[in-house]
């Protein structure tokens, strides 16, 4: 089956303190979405989901750092749902679907391999990392500690087959949805998790930037 890679880049870059969106920001004097592009450059078909006022900038950058890698560009919608939605409109069923973060430059083309090998039978295949830091749940002023040897942080790309997660979308928006996994999950789909890896982290702040940047050597 061919392969499309659907990049979901909505992000405004409060966090990071500046008027540039996260996914614009340079690493290692690359725009962060660029570096991720070329990542899923072996793939058949690859979505750049933005929002539409951000086209024209994109355009700039593309122009700046000499970018000419084939990609479609899709109008963003009011939250990442909608987004994902949006670009699922411009996909054939018949292919393989791999869903990423705009701001996770740093995932390798080996994990994106070996997700889209364990697609099979149907099953959505997602990318988890083990939690390694303590953790309690607090209500109030209470507080309550959490045995963490069965909790994994999530990661994307998470792999579908594409008419599998385009049916799954069809559904009314939840504010339960948080990733494109639990959007399967709530239309009946299953999910089967792979090791991911612990550089392939979100950039939300400065600091991640700055980590990233260290990982990108």
Known sequence: MRKVALIVAGGKGKRMNTSIPKQFLLLNNLPVVMHILKKFSHFEKTILVLPQSQFNYWEELCNTHNFTQPHTLVEGGKTRFHSVRNGLKKIDKNTIIAIHDGVRPLVSKALINNLMIEIKNGLGIIPVAPVKDSIREIEGKNSTHINRSNL??????????????????????????????????????????????????????????????????
């Open 152 to 217: 994994h942080k999530v990661q994307t790309p998470q792999c579908f087959l594409t008419a599998n997660i385009q049916k799954a979308y069809t559904q009314e928006f939840s504010d339960s949805f948080t990733d494109d996994a639990s959007v399967f999950e709530s239309n009946g789909g299953k999910i089967k998790t792979i090791l991911g890896e612990e550089k392939n982290l979100k950039i939300t702040t400065e600091e991640d930037l700055l980590v990233a940047e260290l990982f990108n050597q």
